[in-house]
């Protein structure tokens, strides 16, 4: 067990929808990442909250969205849903930053069906 | 930009056979070099690190040594087990990009009894 939990663990919806995941970081971390996983496109970096501040982007659509609140728990919104959204989406933590060194723990992860 | 290179799987082997699962990096500043593990329906979990060049990371008989002359990090274990049966992924977090964990396309093992 990591310390990273997200909820929902499964999520199916349809074409169109909304969708809220939810991740709440190790106790004591400051840093929430968020990554995608699909078949096609592997392992992506989507975002990277610091201390409630964006701290770096990847490839993330503009359908989709993420906050970090005060409590550090951190929120990835995902919008006019399509087919190709389904995918299994990580949340991670670390201490700090960012730095490259810092070893980033990842959650159980969401699966999300886009029907 | 930073990519990770992982050989295809998947790799079978049987039990006590030993374990190579070749990785090589491209990178631009000075990264950290990681294995993640990836049990069936489970998130991934921290395997081992290297933070510089010549390190070398060990945990639970695996072992990776950062490699800067070959850019590589090559995952091996001496005697596996049917337990280690897991999707591994290489993965680098490069200095000037901090933050991000830019990962292989992972290499599934299967270890047969």
């Known amino acids: 067990d990591s310390g990273v939990t997200q909820t929902p663990k499964h999520l199916i919806t349809a074409t169109g929808q909304r969708v809220t995941l939810r991740c709440s970081p190790r106790?004591?971390?400051?840093?929430v990442y968020w990554y995608q996983q699909s078949l096609d496109q592997g392992l992506q970096f989507l975002i990277q909250?610091?201390?409630?501040?964006?701290?770096a982007k990847g490839n993330i659509l503009e359908r989709f969205s993420a906050q970090q609140f005060p409590d550090l728990h951190s929120e990835l919104n995902l919008s006019s849903l399509e087919l190709g959204d389904s995918a299994l989406y990580f949340c991670?933590?670390?201490?700090?930053?960012?730095?490259?060194?810092?070893?980033?723990?990842f959650g159980p992860g969401t699966r999300l069906l886009v029907l | 930009g930073d990519s990770v290179t992982q050989m295809e799987g998947p790799v079978t082997l049987s039990e006590e056979a030993f374990l190579t699962i070749n990785c090589t990096y491209t990178?631009?500043?000075?990264?950290?070099l990681f294995w993640y593990v990836q049990y069936p329906g489970e998130g991934l979990q921290l395997l081992l690190k290297?933070?510089?060049?010549?390190d070398k990371g060990s945990n639970k008989g695996f072992e990776a040594t950062y490699r800067k002359e070959t850019t590589s990090f090559h995952l091996e274990k001496g005697s596996v087990q049917v337990s280690d049966s897991a999707v591994y992924f290489c993965?680098?977090?490069?200095?000037?990009?901090?933050?991000?964990?830019?990962f292989g396309t992972g290499t599934r093992l299967q270890v047969t009894l």
């Open positions: 991670a933590s670390s201490v700090g930053a960012g730095r490259s060194q810092e070893t980033q723990y």
């Open positions: 106790s004591g971390d400051l840093s």
């Open positions: 909250y610091y201390n409630g501040e964006e701290r």
């Open positions: 990178a631009t500043g000075y990264p950290s």
């Open positions: 290297a933070t510089k060049a010549d």
């Open positions: 993965a680098l977090s490069d200095t000037g990009t901090a933050s991000k964990l830019t």
